[in-house]
Structure formats: structure tokens, C-alpha cells
């Protein structure tokens, strides 16, 4: 049960952290681009 929602929480930051990192290159290229 631990274990399950340690790979919960993992699978989650991690996605988390995709969505930021992308989300921030999306916002820099915009600025880079106007």
C-alpha cells in the first residue's frame, strides 16, 4: 500500500515537473519570439 502511493506521488512530481519545464520553454519562446 506504501510502496503503491510512493509510486503515486513519484509518477506525479514528475509529471509535475514535465508540465513546468514546458510550460516555462513555452514562455521563454514567446518572449523571444513578440
Do not use: N, P, S
Not at 12 to 19: F, K, M, Q, S
Amino acid at each position: 500500500m506504501i510502496e503503491r502511493l510512493k509510486d503515486a506521488a513519484a509518477t506525479t512530481v514528475l509529471w509535475t515537473g514535465i508540465a513546468v519545464f514546458v510550460g516555462g520553454l513555452g514562455y521563454v519562446a514567446c518572449q523571444h519570439l513578440t
